[in-house]
Nanobody, 124 residues
Framework: QVQLVESGGGLVQAGGSLRLSCAASGRTFSTYAMAWFRQAPGKEREFVAGITWSRGNTLYADSVKGRFTISRDSGKNTVYLQMNSLKPEDTAVYYC?????????????????WGQGTQVTVSS
């Protein structure tokens, strides 16, 4: 059974940095695409960034390009989201997701597995 466990969220001032981690287990993920989504209060969940486990291809939402970096450590079965130059509008619950595909897409309905989420709060 696939399990995704996020960690690393917290409270940070605007301009600061955080690194989120997503520990994956229960499957061989070499043929999976992994992604981070986020959901702010009163808003729909939105795609943030994605990566293919095998080749490390990446995709970013326009709102985070140049500030966030997604990466993976195959030895640790962990996906990371390094978030720099954080803004108050980045405040949200961040979710890790996985889909058995070599293609990253931004549609949440196409992801089969989800973590429980980790809260990120950016103060102004």
């Amino acid at each position: 059974q696939v399990q995704l466990v996020e960690s690393g969220g917290g409270l940070v001032q605007a301009g600061g940095s955080l690194r989120l981690s997503c520990a994956a287990s229960g499957r061989t993920f070499s043929t999976y695409a992994m992604a981070w989504f986020r959901q702010a209060p009163g808003k729909e969940r939105e795609f943030v960034a994605g990566i293919t486990w095998s080749r490390g291809n990446t995709l970013y939402a326009d709102s985070v390009k140049g500030r966030f970096t997604i990466s993976r450590d195959s030895g640790k079965n962990t996906v990371y989201l390094q978030m720099n130059s954080l803004k108050p509008e980045d405040t949200a619950v961040y979710y890790c997701a996985a889909r058995p595909s070599l293609v990253i897409i931004s549609t949440e309905l196409r992801y089969d597995y989800w973590g429980q989420g980790t809260q990120v709060t950016v103060s102004s």
